[in-house]
Protein backbone atom coordinates (compact mmCIF):
# COMPACT_ATOMS: atom_id res chain seq x y z
CA UNK A 1 0.00 0.00 0.00
CA UNK A 2 1.34 3.41 -0.60
CA UNK A 3 0.44 6.45 1.56
CA UNK A 4 -0.98 9.64 -0.20
CA UNK A 5 -2.21 12.81 0.47
CA UNK A 6 -4.83 15.04 -0.48
CA UNK A 7 -4.86 18.15 -0.74
CA UNK A 8 -5.59 21.63 -2.79
CA UNK A 9 -4.49 25.09 -3.06
CA UNK A 10 -8.19 26.67 -3.90
CA UNK A 11 -9.56 23.22 -5.16
CA UNK A 12 -7.36 22.78 -7.50
CA UNK A 13 -6.64 19.38 -6.30
CA UNK A 14 -3.41 17.07 -6.29
CA UNK A 15 -2.83 13.41 -5.29
CA UNK A 16 1.07 13.48 -3.39
CA UNK A 17 2.92 10.91 -2.69
CA UNK A 18 6.33 10.40 -1.02
CA UNK A 19 8.92 8.49 -2.92
CA UNK A 20 12.38 10.00 -1.41
CA UNK A 21 12.87 6.98 0.29
CA UNK A 22 12.61 4.47 -2.56
CA UNK A 23 10.84 4.74 -6.07
CA UNK A 24 7.19 3.85 -6.47
CA UNK A 25 5.67 1.53 -9.01
CA UNK A 26 3.92 4.71 -10.39
CA UNK A 27 4.37 4.61 -14.63
CA UNK A 28 2.05 7.11 -16.35
CA UNK A 29 -0.41 4.99 -17.26
CA UNK A 30 -1.29 3.67 -13.58
CA UNK A 31 -0.84 7.45 -12.71
CA UNK A 32 -3.83 8.26 -15.04
CA UNK A 33 -5.99 5.25 -13.83
CA UNK A 34 -5.49 6.76 -10.02
CA UNK A 35 -5.91 10.00 -11.02
CA UNK A 36 -9.72 9.35 -12.93
CA UNK A 37 -12.26 11.35 -10.79
CA UNK A 38 -14.99 7.98 -11.22
CA UNK A 39 -12.64 5.20 -10.72
CA UNK A 40 -9.18 6.46 -8.81
CA UNK A 41 -8.81 9.08 -6.21
CA UNK A 42 -8.89 11.70 -8.45
CA UNK A 43 -6.82 14.92 -8.93
CA UNK A 44 -6.09 17.69 -11.11
CA UNK A 45 -2.44 16.25 -10.85
CA UNK A 46 -0.50 14.21 -9.07
CA UNK A 47 1.87 14.92 -7.70
CA UNK A 48 5.47 12.59 -6.66
CA UNK A 49 8.12 13.83 -3.92
CA UNK A 50 11.43 12.61 -4.52
CA UNK A 51 14.97 13.38 -3.92
CA UNK A 52 16.02 16.66 -4.93
CA UNK A 53 20.08 16.50 -4.74
CA UNK A 54 21.77 19.32 -3.68
CA UNK A 55 20.13 22.66 -3.32
CA UNK A 56 17.11 22.45 -2.46
CA UNK A 57 14.70 20.44 -0.23
CA UNK A 58 12.61 18.04 -2.19
CA UNK A 59 12.06 17.12 -6.14
CA UNK A 60 8.24 17.93 -6.81
CA UNK A 61 7.41 15.82 -10.22
CA UNK A 62 3.94 16.48 -11.78
CA UNK A 63 1.49 14.40 -13.63
CA UNK A 64 -1.21 15.69 -15.55
CA UNK A 65 -4.73 13.59 -15.00
CA UNK A 66 -4.00 12.60 -18.21
CA UNK A 67 -0.55 10.50 -17.17
CA UNK A 68 1.77 13.37 -18.95
CA UNK A 69 4.82 14.97 -17.38
CA UNK A 70 4.00 18.34 -16.28
CA UNK A 71 6.88 21.05 -16.06
CA UNK A 72 5.46 23.29 -13.27
CA UNK A 73 1.96 23.80 -10.88
CA UNK A 74 1.95 26.84 -8.96
CA UNK A 75 -0.72 25.70 -6.62
CA UNK A 76 0.87 22.22 -5.92
CA UNK A 77 4.10 23.63 -4.92
CA UNK A 78 2.64 25.87 -2.46
CA UNK A 79 1.04 22.65 -0.96
CA UNK A 80 4.25 20.96 -1.39
CA UNK A 81 6.26 23.60 0.68
CA UNK A 82 3.50 23.62 3.07
CA UNK A 83 4.53 20.04 3.71
CA UNK A 84 8.15 20.65 3.75
CA UNK A 85 7.66 23.45 6.33
CA UNK A 86 5.98 21.73 8.81
CA UNK A 87 8.35 18.77 8.54
CA UNK A 88 11.47 21.12 8.89
CA UNK A 89 10.01 23.65 11.24
CA UNK A 90 11.06 26.08 8.87
CA UNK A 91 9.64 29.08 7.23
CA UNK A 92 11.07 28.98 3.90
CA UNK A 93 12.40 26.00 1.69
CA UNK A 94 13.36 25.54 -2.00
CA UNK A 95 11.00 23.12 -4.12
CA UNK A 96 12.68 21.78 -7.20
CA UNK A 97 10.90 20.74 -10.71
CA UNK A 98 12.12 19.90 -14.06
CA UNK A 99 11.33 23.86 -14.69
CA UNK A 100 13.92 24.91 -11.75
CA UNK A 101 14.01 25.64 -7.73
CA UNK A 102 10.87 27.43 -6.38
CA UNK A 103 11.81 28.93 -3.10
CA UNK A 104 8.35 29.04 -1.18
CA UNK A 105 7.72 31.06 2.51
CA UNK A 106 5.07 30.78 5.08
CA UNK A 107 2.98 34.18 5.18
CA UNK A 108 1.12 35.17 7.98
CA UNK A 109 -3.14 33.60 8.06
CA UNK A 110 -1.73 30.19 6.59
CA UNK A 111 -0.81 31.71 3.18
CA UNK A 112 1.81 30.41 1.28
CA UNK A 113 3.98 31.89 -1.25
CA UNK A 114 5.80 30.89 -4.07
CA UNK A 115 8.61 32.21 -6.27
CA UNK A 116 7.81 31.12 -9.41
CA UNK A 117 10.63 32.40 -11.67
CA UNK A 118 10.93 34.73 -14.36
CA UNK A 119 8.48 33.80 -17.08
CA UNK A 120 9.75 32.52 -20.93
CA UNK A 121 8.78 35.37 -23.38
CA UNK A 122 10.78 34.42 -26.06
CA UNK A 123 8.54 31.98 -28.93
CA UNK A 124 11.14 29.24 -28.54
CA UNK A 125 10.36 29.42 -24.97
CA UNK A 126 6.73 29.08 -25.20
CA UNK A 127 7.27 27.09 -26.95
CA UNK A 128 5.46 28.03 -30.59
CA UNK A 129 5.49 26.41 -33.77
CA UNK A 130 6.95 29.42 -35.82
CA UNK A 131 8.65 32.78 -35.34
CA UNK A 132 6.02 35.50 -33.94
CA UNK A 133 5.26 37.97 -31.22
CA UNK A 134 4.15 36.30 -28.39
CA UNK A 135 2.55 38.87 -27.19
CA UNK A 136 -0.15 38.85 -29.98
CA UNK A 137 -0.69 35.41 -31.53
CA UNK A 138 -2.71 35.22 -34.99
CA UNK A 139 -4.78 32.54 -32.96
CA UNK A 140 -8.82 33.25 -33.23
CA UNK A 141 -11.92 30.79 -32.75
CA UNK A 142 -15.49 31.69 -32.11
CA UNK A 143 -15.71 35.58 -30.39
CA UNK A 144 -12.04 35.10 -29.09
CA UNK A 145 -9.07 35.94 -30.88
CA UNK A 146 -5.41 38.06 -30.29
CA UNK A 147 -4.05 35.77 -27.30
CA UNK A 148 -0.96 36.87 -25.39
CA UNK A 149 1.17 33.84 -24.65
CA UNK A 150 4.63 33.12 -22.00
CA UNK A 151 6.26 30.04 -20.62
CA UNK A 152 6.09 29.90 -16.55
CA UNK A 153 7.77 26.54 -16.84
CA UNK A 154 5.13 25.47 -19.29
CA UNK A 155 3.35 26.95 -22.00
CA UNK A 156 0.32 29.31 -21.22
CA UNK A 157 -1.59 31.24 -23.75
CA UNK A 158 -3.99 33.94 -22.39
CA UNK A 159 -7.15 35.47 -24.42
CA UNK A 160 -8.76 38.45 -22.82
CA UNK A 161 -12.17 39.15 -22.81
CA UNK A 162 -14.93 41.68 -22.25
CA UNK A 163 -17.66 39.31 -19.98
CA UNK A 164 -16.05 35.84 -19.41
CA UNK A 165 -19.86 34.96 -18.35
CA UNK A 166 -21.14 34.96 -21.28
CA UNK A 167 -18.16 33.01 -22.68
CA UNK A 168 -18.58 29.03 -23.86
CA UNK A 169 -14.81 28.96 -22.47
CA UNK A 170 -15.45 25.27 -21.99
CA UNK A 171 -16.23 24.63 -25.61
CA UNK A 172 -13.21 26.88 -26.56
CA UNK A 173 -10.40 25.69 -24.33
CA UNK A 174 -10.16 22.08 -24.93
CA UNK A 175 -10.05 23.09 -28.96
CA UNK A 176 -7.26 25.93 -28.38
CA UNK A 177 -5.45 23.55 -26.04
CA UNK A 178 -4.48 21.42 -29.24
CA UNK A 179 -4.14 24.57 -31.79
CA UNK A 180 -1.14 23.89 -34.27
CA UNK A 181 0.85 26.94 -33.20
CA UNK A 182 1.53 25.18 -29.33
CA UNK A 183 3.07 21.91 -30.60
CA UNK A 184 3.24 20.87 -26.77
CA UNK A 185 -0.24 22.10 -26.45
CA UNK A 186 -0.93 24.92 -24.05
CA UNK A 187 -3.22 25.85 -21.52
CA UNK A 188 -5.45 28.02 -21.98
CA UNK A 189 -6.71 31.18 -19.81
CA UNK A 190 -9.44 33.31 -20.09
CA UNK A 191 -9.55 36.58 -18.59
CA UNK A 192 -11.51 39.65 -17.94
CA UNK A 193 -9.25 42.54 -16.41
CA UNK A 194 -11.86 44.24 -14.06
CA UNK A 195 -9.71 47.07 -12.78
CA UNK A 196 -5.64 47.66 -12.92
CA UNK A 197 -5.19 45.45 -9.81
CA UNK A 198 -8.18 43.11 -10.42
CA UNK A 199 -8.68 39.49 -12.51
CA UNK A 200 -11.01 37.09 -12.96
CA UNK A 201 -9.79 33.95 -14.43
CA UNK A 202 -11.29 30.79 -16.23
CA UNK A 203 -8.24 28.02 -17.01
CA UNK A 204 -8.69 24.99 -19.13
CA UNK A 205 -5.59 23.32 -18.08
CA UNK A 206 -3.39 21.35 -20.61
CA UNK A 207 -3.91 17.19 -19.92
CA UNK A 208 -6.61 18.17 -17.20
CA UNK A 209 -9.44 20.23 -18.50
CA UNK A 210 -11.88 23.06 -16.29
CA UNK A 211 -10.02 23.26 -12.95
CA UNK A 212 -10.97 25.43 -9.89
CA UNK A 213 -7.64 26.96 -9.96
CA UNK A 214 -4.48 27.06 -11.46
CA UNK A 215 -1.21 29.21 -10.21
CA UNK A 216 1.01 28.78 -12.96
CA UNK A 217 -1.62 30.32 -15.14
CA UNK A 218 -2.74 33.11 -12.81
CA UNK A 219 1.04 34.20 -12.99
CA UNK A 220 1.20 33.84 -16.90
CA UNK A 221 -2.28 36.13 -16.89
CA UNK A 222 -0.88 38.92 -14.98
CA UNK A 223 2.33 38.72 -16.90
CA UNK A 224 0.29 39.02 -19.98
CA UNK A 225 -2.11 41.23 -18.76
CA UNK A 226 0.81 43.88 -18.00
CA UNK A 227 2.84 43.59 -21.55
CA UNK A 228 -0.68 43.95 -22.76
CA UNK A 229 -0.77 47.91 -20.84
CA UNK A 230 -3.90 46.17 -19.09
CA UNK A 231 -2.82 46.12 -15.14
CA UNK A 232 -0.20 46.74 -13.17
CA UNK A 233 2.57 44.46 -11.90
CA UNK A 234 0.49 43.61 -9.03
CA UNK A 235 -3.24 42.14 -9.35
CA UNK A 236 -5.86 39.82 -7.30
CA UNK A 237 -6.46 37.49 -9.55
CA UNK A 238 -9.93 35.63 -8.85
CA UNK A 239 -10.48 32.08 -10.32
CA UNK A 240 -13.63 29.57 -9.76
CA UNK A 241 -11.73 28.34 -6.45
CA UNK A 242 -11.16 31.72 -4.78
CA UNK A 243 -8.70 34.69 -5.25
CA UNK A 244 -4.36 34.57 -5.69
CA UNK A 245 -2.24 37.73 -5.16
CA UNK A 246 0.20 38.34 -7.73
CA UNK A 247 3.44 40.75 -7.96
CA UNK A 248 5.87 41.05 -11.25
CA UNK A 249 8.81 42.24 -9.82
CA UNK A 250 10.82 44.58 -11.97
CA UNK A 251 13.69 41.94 -11.56
CA UNK A 252 11.47 39.33 -13.22
CA UNK A 253 10.40 36.96 -10.61
CA UNK A 254 6.36 36.50 -10.35
CA UNK A 255 5.34 36.39 -6.72
CA UNK A 256 2.25 34.27 -5.88
CA UNK A 257 0.30 33.95 -3.05
CA UNK A 258 -2.53 32.26 -1.28
CA UNK A 259 -4.01 29.43 1.10
CA UNK A 260 -3.55 25.70 1.17
CA UNK A 261 -5.44 22.87 2.84
CA UNK A 262 -5.46 19.02 3.41
CA UNK A 263 -8.62 17.19 2.33
CA UNK A 264 -7.53 13.98 3.78
CA UNK A 265 -4.79 11.36 4.02
CA UNK A 266 -5.56 7.57 3.04
CA UNK A 267 -3.31 4.36 1.17
CA UNK A 268 -3.77 3.12 -2.42
CA UNK A 269 -2.92 -0.04 -3.54
CA UNK A 270 -1.27 0.16 -6.96
CA UNK A 271 -1.85 -3.10 -8.23
CA UNK A 272 -5.87 -2.16 -8.29
CA UNK A 273 -4.90 0.15 -11.35
CA UNK A 274 -3.80 -0.94 -14.25
CA UNK A 275 -0.14 -0.20 -15.97
Not at 108 to 126: A, K
Not at 166 to 190: K, M, V, Y
Not at 234 to 258: C, F, K, N, Q, S
Request: glycine share 10%; aromatic share 6%; hydrophobic share 45%.
Amino acid sequence: MIPFRKMHGLGNDFVVVDARAAALPLPPARIAAIADRHRGVGCDQFITLERPGAGADVFMRIHNPDGSEAGACGNATRCVASLLMAETGRGQVVVRTVSGDLPAERLPDGIVQVDMGHPRLGWREVPLAEAMDTAHLPVALGPVRDAAACSMGNPHATFFVEDLDALPWLELGPQLERHPLFPDRANIGFAQVLAPDHIRLAIWERGAGPTLACGSGACATLVNAHRRGLTGRRARIDLPGGTLELEWRPEGAVLMAGPVATAFLGSLDPEAYPA
